[in-house]
C-alpha cells in the first residue's frame, strides 16, 4: 500500500547499510525493512535531486511486516526502489513531531525494563523477546558531555552523548545518528582535535532545546539476547525553534 512516512532517524549500520524510521501518517511507528540487506546509503538517495534525510516526507509501498521479534516491532517490509521525497517539514512542524512523539524519560518508552552491564559502565539494554516498541523521543533536560574519540580496541570512531532526560537519570549512550557522525568526522577532515570537536559540539548543545531520538540496537554475537540502548537522532532547536543540527 502507498503511503506517506515521515523520518525521524537515519543512522549507521555496518558497512554501508543503514536504519530508517519515522511515522506514517496514522502516527503508527515504521522501520522500513528491505528484506536481509537493506536499506543501504542508495535508498537514501532515489534520485539525483532527492535525499531521506530527517524531517523529510517520503512516500513509499509498505507491506507487510517481517517475522517480528520484539521489542522491534517496527519493522515493515518495502521495495528496494520505487520511494520518493514528497517535501521536508518546516522546523515548526518537526518541533510539533518531537513534542507528541516525546515519552518524559527513557525508562517510559519501551515497554520494558531496562538492564544495566553490572560491571560500572553506562550500557543499558532491554532483553530480546520483551517490550512493544524499540523507538521513542526524548526531549533532554541536559547535555553533560560530548565524547568523540578513536578506539584502539574497535578500531573505530567513537561517538556518545552524556545527558539526563526528563525524569532526571543520567545516561552516556552510542549516537549512531549518520548525520550526526559525518559532520564530527568533516571537522576533523578539517584539521580540527577531536577533543576541539566535542567541546564545540557540547556548548553548540548546551545552547538549545535538544529532542533525542532513542532506538533499541539488535543482538548480536557476544550479547544475542541483549538489544543495548543508543541515540538513534539529535536534534536541536533554538528558542525560536529554528533547527541548527540535526
Not at 503511503?3 to 522501520?31: F, H, K, N, P, W
Not at 507528541?100 to 518508552?109: E, H, L, M, T, V
Not at 524499540?134 to 574519540?149: D, E, F, H, M, P
Amino acid at each position: 500500500m502507498r503511503q506517506r512516512m515521515v523520518v525521524t532517524d537515519v543512522t549507521r549500520m555496518q558497512s554501508d547499510r543503514v536504519c530508517v524510521g519515522g511515522y506514517l501518517e496514522d502516527g503508527a511507528s515504521i522501520r522500513p525493512v528491505c528484506e536481509r540487506h537493506g536499506p543501504t546509503e542508495a535508498w537514501l538517495r532515489p534520485s539525483r535531486e532527492e535525499r531521506v534525510v530527517p524531517f523529510a516526507l517520503i512516500a513509499l509501498d509498505v507491506g507487510s511486516p517481517p517475522d517480528l521479534v520484539a521489542p522491534h516491532t517496527e519493522d515493515r517490509l518495502v521495495p528496494h526502489s520505487g520511494h520518493r521525497v514528497v517535501e521536508m517539514l518546516p522546523d515548526d512542524e518537526a518541533v510539533a513531531l518531537l513534542d507528541w512523539s516525546a515519552s518524559p524519560g527513557i525508562q517510559d518508552i519501551f515497554g520494558a525494563d531496562l538492564h544495566t552491564d553490572g560491571d560500572g559502565s553506562w550500557g543499558r539494554y532491554a532483553r530480546s523477546g520483551e517490550g512493544t516498541r524499540s523507538l521513542g523521543t526524548i526531549r533532554a533536560a541536559r547535555i553533560l558531555g560530548v565524547r568523540y574519540q578513536y578506539s584502539p580496541d574497535r578500531g573505530r570512531w567513537d561517538y556518545r552523548l552524556r545527558f539526563a532526560d526528563g525524569a532526571g537519570e543520567q545516561y552516556q549512550l552510542s549516537v549512531v545518528d549518520l548525520g550526526f557522525r559525518r559532520r564530527l568526522d568533516a571537522m576533523r577532515g578539517d584539521g580540527i582535535a577531536p577533543e576541539r570537536i566535542a567541546a564545540a559540539t557540547l556548548a553548540t548543545l548546551q545552547a538549545q532545546a535538544v529532542y533525542l531520538r532513542i532506538g533499541l540496537a539488535r543482538g548480536w554475537e557476544r550479547h544475542p539476547d541483549r538489544c543495548y540502548v543508543q541515540v538513534t537522532g539529535v536534534y536541536g532547536f533554538e528558542t525560536s525553534r529554528r533547527r541548527v543540527t540535526g
